[in-house]
């Protein structure tokens, strides 16, 4: 399980899903869903598993990620802070960030890429496929530039 306390001094990476594809998500200190929080075993599983994968896409940067940093935190984006998010989206993943960092009831989360070449939720391993389906997004990851962490149960 992760406290609270955990939850507020981290930036956890954790996972969801719109029942065909997976959004990787950098908690920033926020508060993480319950699906997520009670089992930090599970979640760490799925980091490692998700970190390991090769690359199967392109990244596409969401074009209106300059403005919503440069309205968040007075700069514009930079090679550095791509890089993870990158990472994760060369392995099909569709990468999220808490946009009001250390806010730790603040639940919204913007889009920073996405994959060209999506990874499917059916191609994942039972074992991993059982955990991910706990932390379910009821919107098409594809079509949203924001997401509200209150809408994934």
Request: net charge negative; proline share 5%; hydrophobic share 35%.
């Amino acid at each position: 399980m992760y406290t609270e306390i955990e939850q507020e001094n981290l930036d956890i990476d954790w996972f969801i899903t719109d029942g065909e594809y997976v959004g990787f998500m950098a908690s920033g200190g926020g508060k993480l869903t319950d699906s997520v929080a009670k089992s930090k075993k599970n979640n760490e599983i799925l980091v490692e598993y998700f970190r390991s994968l090769p690359e199967i896409s392109e990244v596409v940067i969401n074009p209106k990620l300059d403005n919503i940093l440069i309205k968040v935190f007075g700069s514009g984006v930079d090679e550095r802070y791509l890089e993870y998010y990158m990472s994760m989206t060369k392995k099909g993943l569709y990468s999220f960030d808490k946009t009001y960092p250390n806010q730790f009831l603040e639940p919204h989360y913007h889009l920073v890429t996405y994959p060209k070449t999506p990874l499917k939720l059916k191609e994942l391993p039972q074992n991993i496929l059982d955990i991910v389906i706990e932390t379910k997004y009821s919107n098409k990851l594809m079509e949203v530039q924001e997401i509200n962490i209150l809408e994934v149960n």
